[in-house]
């Protein structure tokens, strides 16, 4: 997702300091880019399944974080009408 650095392939997951980091950029996002990075995450996580792969940790660490946020921010909106 452009604007959300990744871990590199290599690694087996996003440490701590990647998920604060993740965290971090989200937390500033207005609530337009919010909804933007979440579906293209979440085009993102379908694609690969599609195509027989599962999606990275770290793509799935950052839709996951990108959700937690939006319920943060908007309780009352349900999620499956968003992303």
């Given amino acids: 997702m452009a604007g959300l650095k990744r871990v590199g392939p290599g690694s087996s997951g996003p ?3 990647a998920l604060d980091l993740i965290r971090q950029r989200i937390y500033k996002m207005t609530d337009f880019d919010l909804l933007r990075f979440g579906l293209i995450g ?3 996580c379908s ?3 599609r195509k027989g792969q599962p999606p990275s940790e ?3 660490a950052e839709l996951e974080e990108l959700r937690a946020e ?3 921010r908007f309780p009352e909106l349900p999620l499956r009408d968003s992303f």
Avoid: I, P
């Fill in 58 to 60: 770290v793509l799935t």
């Fill in 70 to 72: 939006w319920k943060r």
């Fill in 15 to 17: 440490g701590q300091a």
């Fill in 42 to 44: 979440k085009f993102e």
């Fill in 47 to 49: 694609e690969l399944q």
